[in-house]
């Protein structure tokens, strides 16, 4: 079994990337299920077939598609404590706090549309899955939610306590269902998302990959989800460099973008490093429908197999004790290179003097490092040794 999980900022080209890869990975006889967690049809736009629903649809021979609803998924599944919310909210009317609890549920439908990974792989009918996410910094945080309700402990709180403060809402109220069939469904939840969380962390079946453009903010954005990852035991093992203008255009406005942009493809080898990166053209038209599609997922991956763990290993290890917190990084230099580091808030760059002019590698910084001062840094044989202490 093996899962692949897409992700990066909007727009970036999470779901044609995903649409290549999985035509991709039927076409190397794995028996492939695409999913998209995004509200939009998205697939259905992709491959220019409207009716990819939400039952598993055939798009070519070993490949199907699936567009998750979370509303009908959450229905489906959790209708006892759905109803026990409705008649929460009702009850209570919507005030100034509630609103903002009610802000949260969005998120929750997002766990939802996980969830249905979980199912799927209880079938056993398909070998793969790649899973199409909606923009990172959102689904991300679903991802890593099974591990924080691992590490608080089923018995502690109600699972709407972790929701951050939505427990609040559930006043056992006489309208709503029995309590007991609220909590039952709570430990049935509990269990697949331990179970979700089981196959998301296991480094042998599931990576997540990066997808950006050759761009600062999306660079940074997934650089963003690449650490967190890392720091939740998710394997991370491709980062994508999609819609790049190709160089030499006659016409200065072209050549100029062309220029910029293979300055960040770059500076983004560095700061996935240690990586491997793809980098893909921007097409000359839309890319979407199978045949483009497919094309695409050729000039990604040529002969190899997607289906393939392309990196596996830690490129960030975080230790911790009482007041000090020791980050390990792998770095694209050696001790030999001229580099310098400096400490903005919650983010740590090193600027570095390579042959390409400087490339700077911008580390985002663990909030556990909120508080602590940065007070020695090591390089060593491509690693780079922080040292962060509380109350310097
Ligand atoms: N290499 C490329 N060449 C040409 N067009 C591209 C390329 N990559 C993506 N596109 C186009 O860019 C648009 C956005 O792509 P896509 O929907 O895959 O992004 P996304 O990251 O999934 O977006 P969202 O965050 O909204 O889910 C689409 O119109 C797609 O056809
Ligand atoms: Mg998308």
Known sequence: MRLIIYTGKGGTGKTVTACSTAIKMAENNHNTLIISADPAHTLGDAFMMPDVGYEPKMVLSNLHALQIDPVIEMNKQYSTILSYMASTFSAKGIDETLAYEIAMLPGMTQLFSLLKIDEVVRTKIFDSIVLDMPASGEALRYLYL???????????????????????????????????????????????????????????????????????????????????????????????????????????????????????????????????????????????????????????????DPAQIFYHGRPFTFTTDNSTLRMIVKVPFTERDDFDIERYSDQLTIKVKSSVGYVVNIIPLPAATIGMKLVRAKLYDNELTILFEKGV
């Open 146 to 304: 099974p591990k924080l309700v691992g590490s608080i402990g089923r018995k502690l709180t109600g699972l709407f306590g972790i929701f951050s403060g939505v427990s609040r809402m559930f006043q056992p109220l006489s309208k709503s269902p029995a309590r007991t069939s609220v909590l039952q469904s709570e430990v049935e939840l509990l269990d697949r998302i331990e179970s979700l969380s089981e196959i998301i962390r296991n480094q042998d079946m599931s990576s997540i990959r990066l997808v950006a453009n050759p761009d600062t903010f999306s660079i940074e954005n997934a650089k963003r989800a690449f650490v967190s990852a890392s720091l939740y035991g998710i394997n991370v093992d491709l980062a994508i460099i999609n819609k790049i203008m190709p160089l030499g255009s006659s016409d200065q406005y072209y050549s100029n973008w062309a220029d910029f942009q293979k300055t960040k493809v770059n500076e983004a080898r560095a700061n996935f490093f240690p990586l491997p990166v793809k980098e893909v053209q921007l097409h000359t038209s839309e890319l979407r429908g199978l045949e483009m599609l497919k094309i695409n997922g050729d000039l990604i991956f040529g002969n190899e």
